[in-house]
């Protein structure tokens, strides 16, 4: 990588970016970590660089904004989803409920499986 231009560097930033923004749309997560290796790779190289014009990176700079707000938003999902475990977790083991006086009562779930097998 090191035999190529600033400009190329970030031509191939500007692919790159285009297939990380695919990959969280079509919600493809595992296609981020080699993406991401190499996203890290140009971008220390063009920070290596000095002779690299500011107006170059404006466009690739909107893309990382851009993608930037789709991965805040694939991780809300997923923290909304584990959240959410999280708590059909605590139903699976009790209920609590409260009565008039506010006080507090736990309901126990049966531990036995729900599935029956019938012949």
């Given at each position: 990588?090191?035999?190529q ?85 605590q ?29």
């Open positions: 990588m090191t035999d231009t600033p400009q190329q560097l970030i031509e191939e930033l500007d692919t790159l970016l285009d297939a990380e923004r695919a990959a969280l749309v079509k919600g493809n997560l595992q296609e981020l970590e080699p993406l991401l290796a190499k996203k890290e790779e140009i971008i220390t190289t063009l920070n290596m660089t000095s002779d690299l014009e500011r107006e170059a990176l404006e466009h690739v700079q909107g893309k990382v904004s851009r993608n930037q707000v789709l991965l805040d938003s694939a991780m809300e999902g997923i923290r909304a989803v584990a959240a959410r475990m999280a708590e059909l977790r139903v699976r083991k009790g209920l609590d409920v409260y009565d008039q006086s506010g006080r507090k009562t736990r309901f126990t779930t049966r531990n036995t499986p729900s599935l029956e097998k019938r012949a």
